[in-house]
């Protein structure tokens, strides 16, 4: 199995390498296309060529999040106290800079802390906080909450909660899985790649995840970092 996980990883890899000589040809002579009809009074043809360069730049994100798919599991764990609560603001803050126009209320509660790779654990805020923010585009004012938790046994559980469109409990096992999408890609972008990602960052560092919604009410993602599974595959 471990054999077989590797080979497809190199093949995600490899694949994903290989589609972007074709992809930046298409995307380039399409541009180059566009400059040679500047005033032609036909809308067609702009439409056509918007078409091609939106196609070519999803595609060309659905390869950047196909390698980080594939890189989870091929760098070495390099783990550290990670400060949860300054990561997340800057990764919020960047949000707001490319969308000053968004009411967005966050609240990250002071404190978080968590021991892990920073470079994977990034990865987990940038796609839960990312998609707090995505599916919160729709409403009038925004709120996006992280903070923490205890469970049962006491074990520290992170939450990314928001109020946004949610999703229909029933597909919930559905979400962590590549290419599995819970809403059209008209209503909110996206590959269907993100949260798989989280899964196997969350995975490889001895954790669980798993999320709570209903639709139209938000929802809210959960996830561990026990210390001692990380030490021991570290």
């Known amino acids: 199995l471990r054999v077989s996980n590797q080979e497809l990883e190199a093949f995600s890899y490899s694949v994903s390498h290989d589609l972007r000589s074709p992809l930046n040809t298409i995307d380039g002579f399409s541009r180059l296309l566009g400059k040679q ?4 009074d036909n809308p067609k043809v702009r439409h056509y060529l918007d078409r091609i360069q939106s196609g070519a730049a999803q595609m060309g994100q659905l390869i950047d ?7 989870v599991n091929r760098i070495d764990l390099r783990p550290e106290m990670v400060n949860m609560t300054v990561l997340a603001h ?3 803050e960047g949000r707001r800079i490319h969308q000053p126009e968004r009411r967005v209320v966050e609240h990250i509660e002071d404190g978080l802390e968590a021991f892990g790779d920073i470079r994977l654990i990034r990865v987990v805020l940038e796609n839960l906080l990312g ?9 009038d004012e925004a709120h996006i909450h992280f903070g923490q938790m205890r469970d049962a046994a006491g074990q520290q559980v992170f939450f990314v909660r928001d109020n946004g469109a ?17 809403h059209a890609a008209t209503e909110f972008p996206g590959t ?16 669980a995840v798993w999320a709570e919604s ?3 009410e938000g929802a809210c993602f959960y996830f561990t970092l026990p210390n001692t599974a990380l030490a021991a595959v570290a």
């Open 192 to 207: 269907g790649i993100g949260l798989a990602t989280v899964s196997r960052v969350i995975e490889r560092h001895g954790g």
């Open 214 to 216: 209903k639709p139209g």
């Open 166 to 182: 949610g999703f229909d409990q029933t597909y919930v096992n559905k979400l962590f899985k590549p290419f599995q999408r819970l």
């Open 131 to 139: 998609n707090a923010w995505k599916f919160t585009s729709q409403m």
């Open 65 to 71: 999040d196909l390698l980080a798919l594939a890189q």
């Open 37 to 40: 009809v500047e005033g032609l």
């Open 90 to 92: 800057h990764l919020i």
